[in-house]
T-cell receptor, first 113, second 117 residues
Framework: QKEVEQNSGPLSVPEGAIASLNCTYSDRGSQSFFWYRQYSGKSPELIMSIYSNGDKEDGRFTAQLNKASQYVSLLIRDSQPSDSATYLCAVNRGDTGRRALTFGSGTRLQVQP | GAVVSQHPSWVICKSGTSVKIECRSLDFQATTMFWYRQFPKQSLMLMATSNEGSKATYEQGVEKDKFLINHASLTLSTLTVTSAHPEDSSFYIC?????????????FGPGTRLTVL
């Protein structure tokens, strides 16, 4: 079992719709969760971080965390063609800066104009 | 957000040569930096954790004598690919955390694309 699992996609949604991206993780000790967006040929860009159960909203983005189910998701409202990218879920066991993130394989999102 | 730079952004070299990649935190100090490698259509794989003033910690399967890491200051870590071969061609990305901030996020450099001929 992979430590962080994501559906590779592509997930295709029409412009203006809600895109829902999901991620599961295997380590129950995980405490920090991140969503990154990566455009082709570029390095990842941080979109959201979440550390406690529940929802966290930032503009068009909402991250949801359920530690009991070991599940984290990202909702993108009013999807735009510019949101088309690969979205990487990343997990960290602790909250110290000395631990690296473990990444999922990413979900490719395509927003159709 | 915090800024992390990498240099060079891309490099092409002949097989057998060594290549040095620099990672700098521009507006914050980073006692720990991380080096990742990403092959086409794959996710980021951690290569090593670079600690300022001490030896790097390498992930299983990563040759420490081939990928030399030096973290000489709180703002600079370097990765040297020694005797590079075509299979080392990849996208190398560094990451650092701003310890002065309240968050626990890591910021990524823009990456270095290495092509070994």
């Amino acid at each position: 079992q992979k430590e962080v699992e994501q559906n590779s996609g592509p997930l295709s949604v029409p412009e203006g719709a809600i895109a829902s991206l999901n991620c599961t993780y295997s380590d129950r000790g995980s405490q920090s969760f991140f969503w990154y967006r990566q455009y082709s040929g570029k390095s990842p860009e941080l979109i959201m971080s979440i550390y406690s159960n529940g929802d966290k909203e930032d503009g068009r983005f909402t991250a949801q965390l359920n530690k009991a189910s070991q599940y984290v998701s990202l909702l993108i409202r009013d999807s735009q063609p510019s949101d088309s990218a690969t979205y990487l879920c990343a997990v960290n066991r602790g909250d110290t800066g000395r631990r690296a993130l473990t990444f999922g394989s990413g979900t490719r999102l395509q927003v159709q104009p | 957000g915090a800024v992390v730079s990498q240099h060079p952004s891309w490099v092409i070299c002949k097989s057998g040569t060594s290549v040095k990649i620099e990672c700098r935190s521009l507006d914050f100090q980073a006692t720990t930096m991380f080096w990742y490698r990403q092959f086409p259509k794959q996710s980021l794989m951690l290569m090593a954790t670079s600690n300022e003033g001490s030896k790097a910690t390498y992930e299983q399967g990563v040759e420490k004598d081939k990928f030399l890491i030096n973290h000489a200051s709180l703002t600079l870590s370097t990765l040297t690919v020694t005797s590079a071969h075509p299979e080392d061609s990849s996208f190398y990305i560094c990451s650092a955390r701003d310890l002065s901030g309240s968050g626990r996020s890591r910021y990524f450099g823009p990456g270095t694309r290495l092509t070994v001929l």
